[in-house]
């Protein structure tokens, strides 16, 4: 802030930061729902990419942070509990 | 006559104008506390991240990173690009401050977050006065708030034994997914936000061919962010 009082980022430098988080939270998720950190997960193996659908359902309708995290969870535990 | 418009502010108007936030802000700096303990960081180091980092979407991205093996010296650049945007948070708020001493204007600065952002913008309609101590108010009851949280979540999320099989190596993807779709949902720029995604993945995706996981995370998401910011005009 002591900066900034003085200083203007230039148009598109904004617009870069706008988009970050969004983008590092999607390649974020993208990572640990097809990968398990060092190869590919082959569909029958990953499970997280199945619980994916029904979490984002979640988020989407709820707007709630607590009750998609617990609903991710759960969705998970049962995937691990059926596979 | 003439009415005087000029508001008096406190520091404990502050900490009550901040309460309504609370609730709120405990059920993230729990999960945050509890996925940061999954994703192996000893308590000492949640509760440092959340004095000193004190950024819901930057924890957990830090979190993130770590469970994908990223080096620090990656997070740290990754977190200081996310936070920039709390810097142009502050960039709008600043001229009311102008008033104030440099230093006073960091220490407000340093705690100021996205929800207190939120509070102080609808707050400050007209001219005020002790707008500092009404700052510091809310920013401490609000970061005091965020660290017992997460503190707490971390302390319970270590008690669990097998976290896998209760699915709770799920929580971070989820809290990102939960974010994602907040953020994208309250800022209405479906296309663009929806390219980035796209870009964001699909670039995730291809790097993953050559690169090893966190380097193809940041790739994508650098690539994203500027093709997002490239296709604005």
Redesign the interface.
């Given at each position: 802030m002591v900066f900034l009082s003085k200083l203007k980022l230039p148009w598109y430098a904004k617009k870069f930061l706008q988009h970050v988080p969004l983008a590092v939270m999607t390649a974020l998720v993208a990572q640990s729902v097809l990968t398990d950190g060092e190869r590919w997960l082959s569909p029958d193996e990953d499970l997280e990419w199945i619980a994916l659908f029904p979490t984002l359902a979640v988020a989407l309708l709820t707007r709630s942070l607590l009750i998609t995290v617990v609903a991710g969870i759960s969705v998970m535990a049962l995937l691990a509990l059926a596979a | 006559m003439k009415e005087s418009a000029l508001e008096e502010l406190s520091f404990s108007r502050g900490v009550t104008d901040c309460i309504p936030t609370l609730l709120g802000y405990l059920?993230?700096g729990f999960?945050a506390g509890v996925i940061e303990a999954t994703a192996g960081m000893s308590l000492l180091e949640i509760a440092l991240l959340s004095i000193f980092l004190y950024a819901g979407?930057a924890q957990?991205?830090v979190a993130?990173?770590l469970?994908?093996?990223a080096p620090i010296a990656s997070v740290i650049m990754?977190v200081f690009?996310?936070n920039?945007?709390h810097?142009?948070l502050?960039?709008a708020i600043?001229?009311k401050?102008?008033a104030y001493s440099?230093i006073k204007?960091?220490l407000?600065?340093s705690q100021?977050t996205d929800e207190t952002f939120g509070v102080a913008v609808s707050r400050l309609t007209g001219p005020v006065r002790h707008l500092d101590r009404w700052m510091l108010g809310l920013n401490m009851t609000a970061h005091v708030n965020w660290v017992a949280a997460n503190v707490i979540g971390a302390l319970l999320g270590g008690w669990i034994a097998d976290p896998?099989?209760?699915?709770?190596?799920?929580?971070?993807?989820?809290?990102?997914?939960?974010?994602?779709?907040?953020?994208?949902?309250q800022r209405k720029q479906y296309k663009?936000?929806l390219l980035?995604?796209g870009?964001?993945?699909g670039?995730?995706?291809l790097a993953?061919i050559w690169l090893p996981?966190?380097v193809?995370?940041?790739v994508?998401?650098?690539l994203?962010?500027?093709i997002?910011?490239?296709t604005?005009r």
């Open positions: - | 059920s993230i999960a979407s957990f991205i993130g990173l469970a994908a093996g990754t690009f996310v920039l945007r810097l142009l502050s960039a600043a001229p401050f102008a440099p204007n960091f407000i600065g100021l896998e099989r209760y699915g709770l190596h799920f929580a971070l993807p989820a809290m990102f997914i939960g974010l994602a779709a907040m953020m994208v949902m663009k936000d980035v995604i870009c964001a993945a670039g995730f995706a993953f996981s966190y193809a995370v940041m994508a998401a650098v994203a962010a500027i997002g910011a490239v604005e």
